[in-house]
Each structure stands twice: as structure tokens, then as C-alpha cells.
């Protein structure tokens, strides 16, 4: 076991987990946020996507050494009440079926906005096609998108 | 086997979809359908009275004519369902369940979504080829039932869709365009189509919802080229004509009897099957006192006057919502030593009825789900009531709850194995008796009803002899079902459950040899067809549809 220091969601955490530890399962088993899920498992579906200084990654092939001392965000820590724009964007298009890959989704979402805050629909395929949706809710995720991307209406 | 027809269905086809022409088709079918005038669609009648052969269709409601739900097709079968996977997959769009049930014919899936939005969509990659949305009137009435539409029906070159605010639409099956409309009653009143209409020759045949709203209940046939109204058959009689004696003053007028579930038609005998829905109000039959003809009853119907011809009641003065909008299935066999053409139907009040179609004779009646209100059928075919089984005010436990021990959702009958297959619920309710006032264009209840939930509801689906009712196995499910099952050549029966997961069963024993978790509820009936030669099964979940095959 060892030791880390991580921002997660704004907050200061100490944990202590064997090194080379995902950063997933410290997000989950460590942490108790479990927002964030455990899909594939080798970096392929994107279920576990979580931000790292801004930018989305796979937490399930990310070791805990990698992110110590850099700021992470989960789905809880995107906004403090649902009001992040993809997230009123998700909810009022009705994106979910299931609803596991969604969270994965709403991080890859938000980290493509902050990049380009217009994207195209190729761009937006581009950009989200690794995050996969067994339910196959794309027209909506794109939808969404497209919708928060315009500051929200219809 | 590959056919291909001749440069008339060719050529029409083309700038539908750019795919290849109508293939594998049974010979038999292709000869009627070539025969017909130039002038007819693709999709005449004759092809739909043979569609039982028409193997890259699936071309009314149920399949076929005789509403049972079976496809001879048997590329899928029990050796091989295991490695079943999807090929494509449709989201429909967010909020309200998927009832629906796809039209497939000439490379074409025609599906239905809330509130009454129709999409043709490429059979091959279910790319939209168009999609129709109505503007539906904002002050929209659906009293009692979810703002659903279970599918189109098909006839000549036309896909006809019914609307939540009572509108009967005629569309162009290449473009979508609007050929003809008709506005067919008032939904400020109740009255509203959830159903999938049914096409006959020439006509096509509705029937409304509303059975909560004290309308008085139809089944209407209009035009199939024009729209024009053929013949109404009211659900409840008028004064002076047979039956309105069955209603104790002047109940008739709020009597329900809503019509709200696509019916079967028999061809040869030229007779229309319909069901019946609950009388008004559901809950209080003080007001209306008698039998309440035609409620839950089926009727059999002439197809060009709606002449009745004669009607059975299941639940004679129900008091318990229990809709006849089953679906009423037509199978000919031996009875007693002697062919007959028989009507055989799982009621929602829980009893399953072999009746002879030709006549309404009652030959058979057994229990199929947990009930507690009827000591069974008298030898007419009447149930023996239990007294103290009518709603009070303090509410009375009585099984099954209103949504009965079954529902909407289709079964299925396999020829092969003889067996019918029902989606049962198993599931009780506390029923209420109290004050009923009719207004226009509001609830008509009488009362109300707690369903039981938890542990105490769950579901199965039973297969049953046709013949004699007996149960000869049950597949468990969770919860109370609200998903319709289909039998296959292939030995299979396929269904879903609320719990999101799509199965398929051994048509004789019962046992599951395939599952997918497809992530939500599972609110329609199976079809399946041949496309570009392999075995298609399509089921939907949540708000999306799926389409089924084995790999290449």
C-alpha cells in the first residue's frame, strides 16, 4: 500500500491503495463516488471516462501515480445541482435507456464542448465514437450535444 | 430460395429505396399479386390474405389475418437462437414506451411512435427513409391510457395511421405524403386511436379508445382510397335494437365499450372478429344495470355492411375493467371428432375460451391465471360469479387486477405444437366503488383500484393446449408482463420482460435458449422475415427497436 495526494471534484483526498492501482477503483472503491462505471475494462468503451485537468480519460487504464497532484473531475463534481449545460441538455432530450455507458457519455460530452464549443455532427461522431451505447441512444447523445451547444432550447 | 417478379414491382420499388426487388415470396402469393391491375400498390389484398407464405413481410398487426402471431420460418431455430445478436437497432425518440408492431413489406419496416409519428425505414440498415409527425391538438384528451401507438396496417401503396386526437390518415408508403384524412370523432369527448389499423379489401377498419371517458363505443370501416365512411357498428345498442335492454335506463349512452385493440378476419367465411372493451363507468354497476351488451364480449361482424352476425360475452355487467381487447385468435382443428373453425382467446378476466367462429357457440372455457371472482364458466360459457366480489367503498381484494390476467400484448399459436402462448400477470388488486356523474370529455370511473405490487405481482408465460386449456409448462418472470410473445418454425417462442431482457423459449418444453439485456422495458409483440434471405426477428425495449439475426 501506499500513499497519494488527488484533487478529485475540487476537494483535497489522501488515499491509500497498492501503487499501480486504476484510477477507476480509487474513484469507486476509495472514494465511494460511483458515478463513474466499470465497463470493459481495457480502455475500449468508455464507460469510465472521467476529466484530468480538463481533458477526458479512460480511468480504468489510468494508474493512481499518473494523476497524483493533477485535478480530477467525475460526473459528480461537473456541476453541484444538474445544471451543467450537457446536463440539462441530457435531460431534457431523455438521452438514457439503460443508462451505465451515460455518465462516460455526459464527461466526453462536456470535455468535446470545452474543446470546440460548435461541433459539427462529424465532429461530434469523431469525438464521442469510442464511447460506446449498447442501448444505441446516439441520435440523442448527438441531439444533446447539439443542444447545449446552442445554450440549451429546442 | 430467390424469385424475382416481374418489371412492374421493379420499377415501383425503385425510387423507394434503391434495395433489390421482392424476393422469396411464395410462388402462390406471386401469382395473385402479378394478377392484380396495374393501378394496385404493392401490397394488395390478396398478398395480405396470403401472407402466412409471403416470407420477407410481415404484413397486418398480428402477421396474419387470423391473429396468430405464428411464422413458419425456421432459419432461427432451437440449435442455432444462442448465437442471435443485433444487427441494427432504431431509437425512436425519447419519453413513452414503444407499443408498436413493424410493418415489413418490399424492403421497407413501417413502426409507429408516440404520439402518433410514423417512419418507413430502410430494412436493410433501418436508415429513415421518411417520417410523418403530425400536429397533434396541444389540449389533447387520453383518459386512461398512455399516449401509445401500436403500428400502422398496409394496403396497396398506403400505410394508414390512427391518432391520438381521433384523426384516421392515409400516407403514401414511398413518400409519406398525406393521401387522404379524416377526421373521425371528437377527442375533446374521449375518443382517440392508439390502435393499429386493420386492412381488408378495399377497407379499412378502426376501433377507438376512450372506454374511461363514457364515450359510446364503435368500430368503423372507411374507404381505403377515399376515406369516406362504409359503416359504423355501435358497441352498444340504441333503443329499439337488440341488446339495449341490457342497460337499465338511459346508461346506453355512456356505456363504453371502447374498441381499442386490432381485431382478426376470417377470409373464407368473410367475418370480422372484434373485441369489445369494459362497460361505463368501470368501477360502479349500480348505474347501469344488466348484462351491458356488448362489453366485454367479442362480436363477429359482416366486413362490408357491419351487420353483426352474433357475439359471445365473456364478463356479462363487469365491474372490474376487464376489457375484451384481447387479441382473438383463429385456428381451425379437430373438436370432438369433427373439423371446425374455432375462435379461441385468453380473456383478461382469466379464463381461456375455445368458441366456434362460424356460430359464437361456447364449446370450452377454462381458468388460465390466478383469479378469485368466478367459480368457473356455467355450461353456456357464463361465469358463475362469487358474491362480494363487486367493488365497495371500502375496496375489495379480487384477482386479477384491472389490468387483468392478461392484456393488449399479443399471444401466439403454434400450429406445430398446438400449444397457445400467453404473456400471463399474476397480480391482485383492492377494487373501490364510488359516485358516478357523467361529464363530457371526462373521466367516467365509478371508483378506482390499488394494484398489489411487490412481491405479491409477477408473471409467466404459460403455454397452454389450445384445444382444452390445460397448461402444459410456464416460463417465470419477475414482474406482471406488458410484452407479447410469437412462435416460430424454428421450435421457438420469443418475448421481454419489464426487466429489459429479450428471450427466446423452446416452443415444447418451455425452456430459455437465449436472452439480451437490451436496457429497458420490453412493451411490444416480436415479428420476424427473411431479408436478402436471412431470418430477421425484431423486438423492441425502452424506446428502442431492435433487429435480430445470426451472424453470416
Known amino acids: 500500500m501506499a500513499v497519494y495526494m488527488l484533487r478529485v471534484n475540487g476537494e483535497e483526498q489522501r488515499v491509500e491503495v497498492e501503487p499501480g492501482t486504476p484510477l477507476l477503483w480509487v474513484i469507486r472503491d476509495a472514494l465511494g463516488l460511483t458515478g463513474t462505471k466499470y465497463g470493459c475494462g481495457i480502455s475500449q468503451c468508455g464507460a469510465c471516462t472521467v476529466h484530468v485537468d480538463g481533458r477526458a480519460v479512460r480511468s480504468c487504464q489510468m494508474g493512481v501515480e499518473e494523476v497524483a497532484g493533477g485535478a480530477v473531475t467525475t460526473i459528480e463534481g461537473l456541476s453541484e445541482d444538474r445544471s451543467h449545460p450537457i446536463q440539462e441538455a441530457w435531460i431534457a432530450e431523455d438521452v438514457p435507456q439503460c443508462g451505465y455507458c451515460q455518465s462516460g457519455q455526459v464527461m466526453a460530452a462536456a470535455a468535446l464542448l470545452a474543446d470546440n464549443p460548435r461541433p459539427t455532427d462529424a465532429q461530434i461522431d469523431r469525438s464521442m465514437a469510442r464511447n460506446v451505447c449498447r442501448c444505441g441512444t446516439y441520435n440523442r447523445i448527438r441531439r444533446a450535444i447539439h443542444r447545449a451547444a446552442r445554450g440549451g432550447g429546442s | ?552
Not at chain 2, 414506451?97 to 413502426?111: N, S
Not at chain 2, 371472482?373 to 353456456?380: K, M, N, Q, S, Y
Not at chain 2, 389490468?403 to 401466439?412: E, H, K, L, M, Y
Open chain 2, 1 to 552: 430460395m430467390e424469385l424475382r417478379i416481374g418489371p412492374m414491382k421493379r420499377g415501383q420499388r425503385t425510387k423507394l429505396t434503391g434495395t433489390r426487388g421482392l424476393r422469396g415470396a411464395a410462388l402462390a402469393t406471386l401469382t395473385v399479386a402479378l394478377a392484380v391491375p396495374v393501378v394496385h400498390g404493392q401490397v394488395p389484398y390478396e398478398r395480405i390474405v396470403g401472407a402466412i407464405d409471403d416470407s420477407e413481410s410481415w404484413l397486418t398487426y398480428n402477421g396474419t389475418y387470423d391473429g396468430q402471431r405464428f411464422s413458419p420460418l425456421d432459419q432461427i431455430n432451437r440449435e442455432n437462437v444462442s448465437a442471435l445478436r443485433p444487427v441494427w437497432m432504431y431509437q425512436m425518440g425519447p419519453r413513452v414506451g414503444l407499443e408498436v408492431t413493424p410493418i415489413v413489406a418490399d424492403g421497407v419496416m413501417y413502426v409507429t411512435s408516440s404520439p402518433s409519428n410514423v417512419s418507413a425505414l430502410d430494412l436493410a440498415t433501418g436508415r429513415p427513409l421518411w417520417t410523418f409527425e403530425p400536429q397533434i391538438r396541444e389540449d389533447l384528451r387520453t383518459l386512461g391510457f398512455p399516449p401509445v401507438n401500436r403500428g400502422v396496417a398496409i394496403l396497396d401503396d398506403m400505410v394508414y395511421v390512427g391518432t391520438l386526437d381521433a384523426r384516421l390518415i392515409a400516407l403514401d408508403a414511398r413518400t409519406g405524403a398525406v393521401r387522404w384524412e379524416r377526421q373521425v370523432a371528437d377527442n375533446a369527448l374521449g375518443f382517440s386511436f392508439t390502435l393499429a389499423p386493420l386492412a381488408l379489401d378495399g377497407k379499412i377498419i378502426v376501433g377507438t379508445s376512450g372506454g374511461e371517458a363514457g364515450i359510446r363505443g364503435w368500430i368503423d370501416a372507411y374507404d381505403a382510397k377515399t376515406g369516406e365512411q362504409v359503416w359504423r357498428f355501435w358497441t352498444i345498442p340504441g333503443p329499439g335494437e337488440p341488446g339495449n335492454e341490457t342497460w337499465g335506463g338511459d346508461s346506453w349512452e355512456n356505456g363504453a365499450g371502447a374498441t381499442w385493440l386490432t381485431g382478426s378476419y376470417d377470409p373464407e367465411l368473410d367475418l370480422l372478429y372484434w373485441g369489445i372493451g369494459n362497460p361505463g363507468p368501470d368501477w360502479n354497476g349500480d348505474v347501469r344495470p344488466g348484462d351491458n351488451l356488448y362489453t366485454c364480449s367479442v362480436v363477429a361482424l359482416d366486413p362490408d355492411t357491419g351487420e353483426l352476425r352474433w357475439h359471445f360475452q365473456f364478463t356479462p355487467h363487469d365491474t372490474h375493467d376487464w376489457d375484451a381487447n384481447q387479441i382473438q385468435v383463429l385456428i381451425d382443428a379437430e373438436w370432438e371428432g369433427t373439423p371446425r373453425k374455432l375462435l379461441v382467446t385468453a380473456n383478461r378476466n382469466a379464463f381461456y375460451y375455445v368458441l366456434d367462429r362460424e356460430t359464437g357457440e361456447f364449446l370450452h372455457g377454462k381458468e388460465y391465471g390466478y383469479q378469485t371472482w368466478a367459480e368457473g364458466l356455467d355450461e353456456t360459457g357464463r361465469p358463475i360469479v362469487i358474491p362480494g366480489t363487486d367493488p365497495t367503498e371500502e375496496g375489495t381484494l379480487v384477482y386479477p387486477s384491472l389490468q387483468g390476467s392478461t392484456n393488449w400484448f399479443s399471444p401466439s399459436y403454434s400450429p406445430q405444437t398446438g400449444l397457445f402462448y400467453v404473456a400471463v400477470r399474476e397480480m391482485g388488486a383492492v377494487y373501490f366503488k364510488g359516485e358516478a356523474e357523467y361529464e363530457a370529455g371526462e373521466y367516467y370511473l365509478g371508483g378506482g383500484e390499488r394494484a398489489l405490487s411487490g412481491d405479491e405481482a409477477a408473471g409467466k408465460i404459460r403455454a397452454l393446449d389450445a384445444l382444452t386449456g390445460e397448461k402444459r409448462w410456464d416460463f417465470p418472470l419477475l414482474t406482471p408482463p406488458w410484452s407479447g410473445v410469437m412462435a416460430t418454425g424454428g421450435g421457438l417462442v420469443f418475448g421481454g420482460s419489464n426487466e429489459g431482457n429479450l428471450y427466446a423459449l423452446d416452443a415444447e418444453s418451455g425452456e430459455p435458449l437465449w436472452d439480451f439485456q437490451a436496457g429497458g422495458a420490453s412493451r411490444a409483440n416480436p415479428i420476424t422475415y427473411l431479408h436478402d434471405g436471412r431470418q430477421r426477428v425484431v423486438m423492441s425495449a425502452g424506446t428502442a427497436i431492435i433487429v435480430f439475426g445470426l451472424r453470416d
